[in-house]
């Protein structure tokens, strides 16, 4: 009987090869939530970042963190054109460990929701849906109408998940740049990356002072006490 030839390095595991994620920064503000996550990816050690900027993004990028495309795409490994639909990750054939659209326009989240991959952020996470891969939407608008209720309905049915930007208090941040890092490291966590950005919450310790509040919380006359 015969057997079919075997192309060399077939196989997902024929080669040992770094993790790679997809990062995506459309047109919703909050341009930071991207460029932190590929500094933060790649300060993890070996990860392989793929990056997409919709038109809409960079023009964010850079009147928010007055970045040119060039430079924001070179916090990634490889970059591609928004407009490229025949780049490598629009297969699936292309292992890849994740996606992550950082931040998702509400534009971006309706095209995603409906299949109509007419570029390729569309497209790449439409195949991380069909394959089955972690697929993070930091969906960026307020407030939110029916129809963004329901796009993110549909996609957290198709197996993507909704993750709105939404800061958090309890670790008193201090600067914006805890503020955008508290919520990257959950989004890590969701990705299985080890990383030092927002300790686990362990509880209120029953007895323990409470800690002080920070100085722009105090400098605002805002209260202090619980309850």
């Known amino acids: 009987m015969s057997t079919l030839p075997v192309r060399p390095g077939a196989g997902r595991d ?27 990816l790649r300060a993890a050690g070996g990860i392989e970042t793929h990056l997409v900027v919709s038109s809409a993004g960079a023009l964010n990028a ?32 292309f292992a ?20 109509y991959a007419d570029n390729l952020v569309a497209r790449a996470a439409d195949v991380s849906l069909k394959e ?5 939407l930091m ?22 998940i909704v993750f709105p930007p939404v800061p958090a208090f309890y670790q008193h941040p201090a600067t914006m740049e805890e ?10 966590d ?6 030092a950005l927002a300790p686990p919450w362990t509880g209120f310790a029953r007895g323990a002072a409470v800690a002080p509040a920070p100085a722009a919380v105090r400098a605002a006359g805002l209260p202090l006490t619980n309850g």
């Open 14 to 40: 024929a080669a040992v090869r770094p993790r790679r994620f997809i990062v995506a920064i459309t047109g919703a503000s909050g341009a930071v939530y991207g460029a932190r996550l590929l500094a933060h």
């Open 62 to 93: 850079h009147h928010e963190l007055g970045l040119k495309r060039n430079q924001l795409e070179a916090m990634a490994d490889v970059a591609h054109s928004v407009n490229d639909i025949g780049a490598s990750i629009a297969s699936g054939s």
């Open 96 to 115: 890849c460990d994740g996606m992550i659209v950082a931040p998702c326009s509400a534009k971006s989240l309706a095209a995603i929701a409906s299949g």
């Open 132 to 136: 089955r891969r972690p697929l993070i």
């Open 139 to 160: 969906v960026r608008e307020a407030p939110l109408h029916l129809v963004h209720l329901r796009n993110m309905e549909t996609v957290t049915q198709m197996g993507a």
């Open 179 to 188: 503020v955008v890092d508290h919520t990257l490291g959950r989004v890590l």
């Open 190 to 195: 969701l990705l299985k990356i080890e990383h």
